[in-house]
């Protein structure tokens, strides 16, 4: 093992059929406006962690919710997951704000996220 053990959840993703519903919802659940709103992203800050709203059917969006484990190297623990039998259903990427996001498929085909921020 390297030193690329997960923190724990930082990121949840929801797929949302429509966003400005979802929005409201959202807000009242955690008593927050979002931090990030646009079209394509509505994201929240809540206890440490993000919860983020993501329209459905565009490029990146999930088909159910994923959550990104906080790790320190994302690569070694990309390296790491595969050699343990995860498939990678998207490499690492820059998301923007030096942050990187990779998601694998367990062997049950469950999506989870990898999350590094620089």
Do not use: C, F
């Amino acid at each position: 093992m390297t030193d690329s053990t997960a923190k724990g959840i930082k990121t949840v993703l929801h797929p949302v059929s429509d966003l400005a519903a979802a929005k409201q919802v959202y807000t009242a659940l955690l008593g927050t406006a979002p931090q990030t709103d646009e079209s394509y992203y509505v994201g929240y800050e809540a206890a440490g962690q993000h919860i983020g709203l993501v329209p459905a059917g565009g490029p990146q969006s999930p088909t159910a919710p994923t959550a990104y484990w906080e790790v320190s190297d994302i690569e070694a623990k990309l390296a790491e997951v595969t050699a343990a039998g995860a498939k990678v259903q998207d490499p690492v990427r820059e998301v923007g704000g030096g942050r990187r996001v990779a998601t694998v498929l367990d062997p049950d085909g469950n999506l989870l996220g990898l999350l590094q921020d620089q």
